[in-house]
């Protein structure tokens, strides 16, 4: 089993940068593939970046490709999504989630833990 705490939300303007973290707990964290989800009021959760349990196969929505970079340390459980060039519509809840499987990292049902998400608000 692995638990997910996502923190770093928060409003700024855009332009701007924000960090988001997700620690995990559980003893096979490294073996978990991750992915950063998220959603806006109204709208589907869509996948904005993932990385592999070694940490050298990041992917990433074309929406962000570019300006945010995820990046993993499993010797402290964590993953980073650093978030730079905010634009409005980047807001929305975000999510980090973990699967074992190699399937499809850009489909949520892949995915088998997720966290409870944290309100990222970029103003115009």
């Known amino acids: 089993q692995v638990q997910l705490v996502e923190s770093g939300g928060g409003l700024v303007q855009a332009g701007g940068s924000l960090g988001l973290s997700c620690v995990a707990s559980g003893r096979t964290f490294s073996r978990y593939r991750i992915g950063w989800f998220r959603q806006a009021p109204g709208q589907e959760r869509q996948f904005v970046a993932a990385?592999?349990?070694?940490?050298?196969?990041?992917n990433y929505a074309d929406s962000v490709k570019g300006r945010f970079t995820i990046s993993r340390d499993n010797a402290e459980k964590t993953v980073y999504l650093q978030m730079d060039s905010l634009k409005s519509e980047d807001t929305g809840v975000y999510y980090c989630?973990?699967?074992?499987?190699?399937?499809?990292?850009?489909?949520?049902?892949?995915?088998?833990?997720w966290g409870k998400g944290t309100q990222v608000s970029v103003s115009s």
């Open positions: 989630a973990a699967r074992y499987s190699g399937a499809d990292a850009s489909a949520s049902s892949n995915y088998d833990y």
């Open positions: 990385i592999s349990w070694s940490g050298t196969s990041p």
